[in-house]
Structures are given as structure tokens and as C-alpha cells.
């Protein structure tokens, strides 16, 4: 059996997400808070909404 010189993710069953590159698992600069800025980003929004339809 020959392979190819490319990596491939062999967890992924289908053709085209063998061709995607591997999902990172961590990052290199510790803990992401994207997702922390965003809901509070999200809350703060619609508190200024709701609080500005009420009054």
C-alpha cells in the first residue's frame, strides 16, 4: 500500500474532510477568551436593548 507524503486526519471518514487540515487542539498562547468576549459583548447588548425598550 502506498501513502501519500501528506498527513491526513484519519479520524475524518470522508474524502473531503480527509483533505482538511487536523482541528488545533490548544492554543500556543494559552486559554482562547474569544468566546468569554463575545457573551459578554452579546449580554451587554441586549441589557441595553431590553433596558432601553422598558424605560
Known amino acids: 500500500m502506498t501513502r501519500r507524503l ?3 486526519n484519519e ?6 474532510r ?3 487540515p ?3 487542539i490548544a492554543t500556543p498562547g ?3 477568551d ?3 468576549k463575545l457573551f459578554v459583548l452579546s449580554f451587554a ?4 436593548c431590553f433596558y432601553s ?3
Open 6 to 8: 501528506v498527513l491526513t
Open 11 to 16: 479520524a475524518a471518514r470522508h474524502p473531503f
Open 18 to 20: 480527509r483533505t482538511l
Open 22 to 24: 487536523p482541528p488545533v
Open 30 to 32: 494559552g486559554r482562547d
Open 34 to 36: 474569544q468566546d468569554v
Open 45 to 48: 447588548a441586549f441589557f441595553t
Open 53 to 55: 425598550f422598558i424605560f
